[in-house]
């Protein structure tokens, strides 16, 4: 086998290799041979193997870090190029179609407004009311079923009526449920409201956050 | 040769030789072989990853008629070699340790 025919045919071998990367392994190994010098051809394609067994030597040192031989390639100027534009394009599009989904969402919202607006204030006073209704019958039961207890005893000395028995009895009633009612409220007022106020953050950035952070 | 070359170390010697002067490749695979047994074929892809590392760089010069591709090492390159060669002394002291004297420490 000749030079030329041993470089003719690791060429064909080289096919799976980007052609810039192909043409630099050739290009060594043709100089490879002309630098061990004519006499030595022989002993040279002894020691390199058959042109095969030396693509796949190339070949494997390209396999373990694919990636990198891929990004190699992209430079090659028409390459290069062409991807980066792609990439670019791509890059717009789906800033474009984000910015676009944005707006239609707040174009819809503000149109829709009327519909939606006077549920929505509902809602938040629905909320508001419950919790101010919670506060003040948990408040109320407490300070009405103290005072109404309170009344009946001292009462109960001055008169013994059988009437101010019965509002000890149904003060100490009323305390025991307001009592009972400050442990929803507790809860209500120290998970509800700030699991309430983080919601409504969540939802706010979500909708104009964002836009602010591009 | 009874001791196999790692890649590093081959990838140390490689950078040491082209460190000295701009050469090519036939070149240094001579000067490993002086040393080593080393197939001729092993060196493209350790020149070609150091390449890639951007420990050398190459450039074209003409010889006799044709062209004649030069490695030359960068900055980056003398560092690495830097490191191989702290690592080495390291190395051949532990090594020879235990080799010479059956001691581990």
């Known amino acids: 086998m000749t030079k030329n025919e041993y470089i003719g045919r690791l060429k064909s071998c080289l096919t799976a290799l980007p052609p810039n990367e192909r043409e630099e392994a050739v290009s060594y190994y043709e100089e490879f041979f002309e630098d061990a010098g004519e006499e030595n051809t022989a002993s040279v394609i002894a020691e390199l193997g058959s042109p095969e067994k030396l693509a796949k030597n190339i070949l494997s040192g390209q396999d373990s870090d694919e990636a990198v031989w891929s990004e190699k390639s992209a430079e090659e100027p028409p390459a290069e190029i062409k991807t980066e534009s792609t990439s670019e394009n791509k890059k717009t599009s789906g800033v474009v179609k984000d910015n676009n989904v944005t707006i239609i969402a707040i174009v819809i919202l503000a149109l829709t407004c009327p519909v939606w607006g006077g549920a929505a204030i509902g809602l938040v006073c629905a909320v508001f009311g419950l919790l101010l209704g919670v506060a003040a019958a948990t408040g109320a039961m407490i300070l009405g079923g103290v005072t109404m207890a309170v009344y009946g005893f001292v009462n109960l000395f001055g008169s013994g009526d059988i009437i101010n028995l019965g509002m000890v009895g149904g003060g100490l009633i009323l305390l025991a449920i307001g009592l009972f009612l400050l442990v929803p409220a507790k809860w209500l007022y120290t998970k509800g409201v700030p699991a309430m106020f983080r919601g409504m953050g969540t939802l706010w950035r979500r909708l104009f956050g964002s836009k602010g952070a591009e | ?105």
């Not at chain 2, 493209?44 to 390449?51: G, N």
């Open chain 2, 1 to 105: 040769m009874a001791f196999p070359i790692s890649a590093a170390l081959l990838d140390a010697l490689v950078l040491a030789i082209v460190s000295k002067e701009d050469t090519y490749g036939y070149k240094i695979t001579q000067d490993i072989r002086e040393a080593m047994t080393m197939s001729e074929s092993t060196l493209y892809p350790v020149l070609r990853r150091l390449q890639k590392d951007e420990c050398l760089e190459t450039y074209d010069r003409e010889y006799m008629g044709r062209n004649r591709r030069y490695y030359r090492i960068t900055p980056k390159g003398i560092s690495q070699l830097n490191l191989y060669r702290e690592e080495w002394k390291l190395y051949k002291k532990r090594v020879e340790r235990i080799l010479e004297k059956g001691e581990v420490s």
